[in-house]
């Protein structure tokens, strides 16, 4: 409620007046610039989401884990493991 | 110590962040220049009212977003690696580099994302003057969220405004204006984006070459042009004036990159400045000091060298084996000391954290010596070097040889982005010319020159990125961490799938971005009225 409220106040601050009809003139503002794609849009927005996939579900699931948050529980252990990989002699 | 690294482990997570690095480095400069070419195009449509520039300004805008969104998130993934193969270095670092990305992550979303929009869904929906401040913000927006990662790469080349806390072994910032307005990351961000500016410019000039060529589109190409050849001849002024500042910037902070650029080895006053040379068979690995100076064939400017490092033509431009030895007579301290005061620090953070295991009385003394700045600047300064010691005397100077940097792959990087930059200054200068002279039509010299400079000058803009980064090596923090153990000691086996899950990934977005890119070139700018 507050975060609404917020935002309200913060879109009549810079200039909304009628917060309602101004969110549907954006809505429809980005609703018709999607509708109205040229071909060559379309291609890059399919590499887009096919890209964002790739990265975010297989790269970042399947390969990328945090590797001192995982092998871990706390900061202390992490910190610890750190120290001795950089000094050990 | 360093016959315990695995190399292949260091190796591939180090070629794994060069590949990942420098995809991302191919789309990036095209968007920090095209933004604002596009952003000169439009202007002079809004202030002439000639629909002529806006057919213009839309279709090098359909190129920049094709290329904006090929390459968008490519810069992620050298995020996940921080997290995943530079573990220790993350974490070494963290509170440093996180805060300027994070800044890079909220701005780049918030302000490109929002007037990108604005400035292809914008036309004919929203006033002339708002559409044109979208496409100013949306170029500067690029720019600024530029300055973020730049500003965290040229903390690593020169590490400042931090403190190290030994209880989490982490660099804490205590300075953000130190770490945002250092000299290296003032003139790295200029030297960086007025690079994207070149290129752009180039890709634009490029391309308009093409169209006069095949005898299409005259005006509309000259026009580009006229706008990209300006903007690209005054951007190479620049990025010749930053790269200057950055050349004597390195010559303080990391002078072996600078003697590895020049492929020097013993120092020298009034040293000159290698113009163009073919380095000889390649020295012993790892070097000794018997190691000198090899060339098949080398043109000097005589006291170019100590005027570009100091500002003086009789300086003293210290050589690799001076670094390496120490040299008295010019005040330079060796590896070999600095190895032994790097391993001192490392020793203390040891004993500091075995008192605290054991909770003996000396861990207060021992925390105190990371508070006292006299102690911090003798030996925690030289950390990294730590890294590369060894009790017995010779072995120790054997392992000080082993901290050169690759030494002709980064004087080639580095000769090779010099000339390319002169050229393109030169053909910036020659195309402005032809076309006040009206005589660029029946040049075909010049616009074939023009086509083929496009990957000319991607080869310059990644050659720059080489010389940054491998002429820094061994370190990934400057005298504090060495590339060898900022790795996470993971499987090499799992970095190396990744590395090719990358390249074929990568290569793939690549060759989409070049059939979109070539297709909508072939096509060409609309007619008057149509769609684009």
Partial sequence: MLIRSTFSELLVFIGFRNTKKDMKKIVDFYVDGFRNLPDWARSVWFIILLKLFIMFVIFKLFFFQNKLKKDFNNDEDRANHVIENITTP | MLDSVDLSLVNWSRAQFALTAMYHWIFVPLTLGLGFIIAFMETIYVKTGNPEWKRITKFWMKLFGINFAIGVATGIILEFEFGTNWSNYSWFVGDIFGAPLAIEGIMAFFMESTFIAVMFFGWNKVSKRFHLTSTWLTAIGANLSAVWILVANAWMQ???????????????????????????????????????????????????????????????????????????????????????????????????????????????????????????????????????????????????????????????????????????????????????????????????????????????????????????????????????????????????????????????????????????????????????????????????TSVWTIPLVYIASEAGWVVAEVGRQPWVIQDLMTTSKAVSQIDSSSVMITFFLFAFTFTALLIAEIKILTKQIKIGPKKQGGRQ
């Fill in chain 2, 158 to 448: 020169d590490p400042r405004g931090m403190k190290f806390n030994p209880d989490t072994a982490r660099n804490e910032m205590v300075n953000f204006w130190d770490i945002f307005l250092s000299p290296s990351a003032v003139t790295k961000f200029l030297h960086t984006t007025t690079s994207g500016f070149v290129l752009a410019s180039i890709f634009v000039v490029g391309v308009s070459a093409w169209f006069i060529l095949k005898k299409r589109e005259i005006l509309f190409a000259k026009r580009s042009m006229v706008v990209s050849a300006t903007f690209g001849l005054l951007a190479s002024i620049m990025l010749i004036a930053s790269g200057d500042s950055s050349a004597r910037e390195m010559a303080e902070k990391q002078p072996m990159k600078f003697a590895a650029m020049e492929a020097l080895y013993e120092g020298k006053t009034n040293a000159p400045l290698v113009a163009i040379g073919l380095i000889g068979d390649p020295q012993d690995d790892p070097m000794d000091s018997t190691a000198h100076e090899d060339f098949r064939i080398k043109i000097e400017i005589p006291n170019m060298l100590s005027y570009m490092a100091f500002l003086k033509a009789d300086a003293f431009v210290p050589g690799i084996k001076d670094l390496i030895l120490g040299n008295r007579k010019h005040g330079i301290m060796s590896y070999k000391e600095k190895i032994k005061r790097g391993y001192k620090a490392q020793q203390t953070l040891v004993a500091y954290k075995k008192a605290i295991k054991e909770k003996s009385p000396d861990a207060t003394i021992l925390r105190a010596k990371f508070e006292d700045e006299e102690w911090v600047n003798y030996y925690f300064k030289y950390f990294g070097y730590g890294s590369y010691y060894d009790p017995d005397p010779v072995q120790l100077e054997k392992n000080a040889f082993k901290m050169i940097p690759p030494i002709s792959l980064t004087f080639y990087a580095f000769h090779i982005m010099v000339i390319l930059g002169g050229h393109f200054l030169m053909l910036f200068a020659c195309i402005l010319f032809l076309l006040y002279k009206n005589n660029l039509e029946n040049n075909k010299i010049v616009l074939w």
